[in-house]
């Protein structure tokens, strides 16, 4: 290192001044594209599916541990699905389990399978088991599809029809619908439930209308035996398995359907705590997925010209981590004397009216999917004014959970439900 006024420190300045155009770029495309896609879902319609015939064969294939408060409410929405229930066959794998899980589904007429291995925990491994089990046993012959959702999820009635609908239309995978049984619980719960619900009826609703592919969000969707036979069962076994699936659909060449009128509830983390850790996992995840499939997603979406590819390829981009690296360079170089702190806390200056924009625009964009989806929502409207406003602190919250993901060893872990809500409410 040379001191600044010597020859190196011209060298820093271009490096910082360089990371500050790379942040600038990125966050412009960032924010850019999905403001393309809220424009397109505020104004347009997202598509509705012609009927189609009620003919297919799906598996409904569920991932448990320890899930036995809850596990029989989203088999009883199962069971009270419009769709034929003599072409619906429900999986459950028990994965590790020390409760009844297991014996709470079989009473309710499920497949059931036990697993129990301590080394390979997660989600992906026990689809991957109940897949071989499936695979070898020649059952994944008689399906045309399967549907993948976590224990605490509830379905409207007509969830698997409208499904049908949409997958009848020759997508090789559809997601749907993304809505909460707990809210107004507290502003935790609203946090990631309003999150979710801008994701369902402006992102994926925009990229429909824009014929772009969905993004595909951790439960609720479908995918056909094209694709399951192609992965040999299931082979995602990153902290974001959903993301890394959906990485690979797209640059299979697959087209992910996105079907607004088939709505499910899930059960959101109500302790910050909690919700600090799963959030952790999925940043960690994201820079997983970054790293194996970043590369190849970028070459994809120029070679194809595919604008679902850099849609998606933004959203695992670390932008986040690019910045906390740009702020720590910042505080090294001034420490050391490379720098002046006049001119890097002049440059921090424009994060503070970042840092109000971000706070305003989180407040605007959570008012604006309350006011879209206020018959969607369970909530009192002194409820949804309160969680309007903690919404951009939620949010904001992701900056610290991008700095302790680049360092954590975050591994899957259960998230305890409590199975509160219900389907059928206007709520998430």
């Not at 999905?34 to 104004?43: C, H, N, R």
């Not at 064969?57 to 034929?84: C, D, F």
């Not at 990631?192 to 772009?212: E, K, M, T, V």
């Not at 979406?301 to 720590?328: G, H, N, Q, Y």
Request: charged share 20%; aromatic share 16%; net charge neutral.
């Amino acid at each position: 290192f040379q001191r600044q006024g010597r020859p190196g420190a011209v060298e820093i300045m271009v490096l910082l001044q360089f990371l500050d155009v790379v942040i600038l770029i990125l966050g412009i495309l960032s924010f850019g594209y999905q403001a393309l896609y809220f424009i397109a879902g505020f104004f347009g319609k997202p598509q509705k599916y012609a009927a189609a015939p009620q003919d297919k064969h799906y598996a409904v294939l569920i991932s448990a541990r320890n899930e036995s408060q809850v596990i029989g409410n989203l088999i009883g929405s199962l069971h009270k699905q419009t769709y034929p229930s003599e072409l619906v066959d429900i999986w459950v794998v028990a994965d590790n389990c020390t409760d009844d899980t297991a014996d709470v589904c079989r009473g309710l007429g499920c497949r059931v399978l036990e697993r129990f291995n301590q080394e390979q925990v997660g989600k992906g491994y026990a689809l991957k088991f109940l897949f071989n089990y499936m695979r070898d046993r020649k059952f994944s012959d008689i399906y045309d599809a399967y549907f993948i959702f976590d224990a605490d999820n509830l379905l409207d009635p007509k969830y698997i029809e409208e499904m049908n609908n949409a997958f009848q239309q020759g997508y090789d995978a559809v997601t749907s619908y993304r809505n909460s049984t707990n809210l107004a619980e507290n502003w935790v719960s609203a946090g990631s439930a309003l999150w979710f619900i801008f994701q369902s009826r402006l992102l994926n609703a925009g990229r429909s209308i824009l014929g772009n592919n969905g993004w595909i969000g951790g439960t609720g969707f479908m995918f056909s035996k094209k694709v399951m036979e192609r992965n040999a069962g299931w082979k995602f076994h990153l902290l974001t398995e959903d993301v890394e699936f959906t990485m690979d659909c797209i640059l299979s060449g697959d087209h992910i359907g996105y079907c607004s009128t088939a709505v499910f509830y899930d059960e959101q983390p109500a302790s910050f705590k909690q919700s600090w850790n799963q959030r952790v996992r999925w940043s960690k995840g994201f820079l997983q997925v970054f790293r194996y499939y970043g590369l190849s997603m970028i070459r994809w979406s120029i070679r194809e010209r595919d604008l679902s590819a850099m849609d998606l390829t933004l959203i695992i981009c670390p932008f986040m981590v690019i910045s906390l690296i740009r702020f720590a360079l910042s505080i090294l170089y001034a420490a050391l004397g490379y720098v002046s702190w006049e001119s890097q806390l002049a440059n921090f200056s424009t994060y503070w009216v970042s840092l109000v924009g971000t706070v305003v625009g989180f407040t605007v964009l959570a008012v604006f999917v309350c006011i879209l989806e206020r018959k969607k929502i369970n909530a009192t409207n002194r409820e949804l004014v309160a969680y309007c406003l903690s919404f951009p602190w939620f949010m904001l919250s992701y900056v610290p959970i991008s700095f302790v993901a680049i360092f954590s060893k975050s591994q899957w872990k259960p998230i305890t439900h409590k199975g509160t809500g219900a389907a059928g409410k206007e709520d998430k």
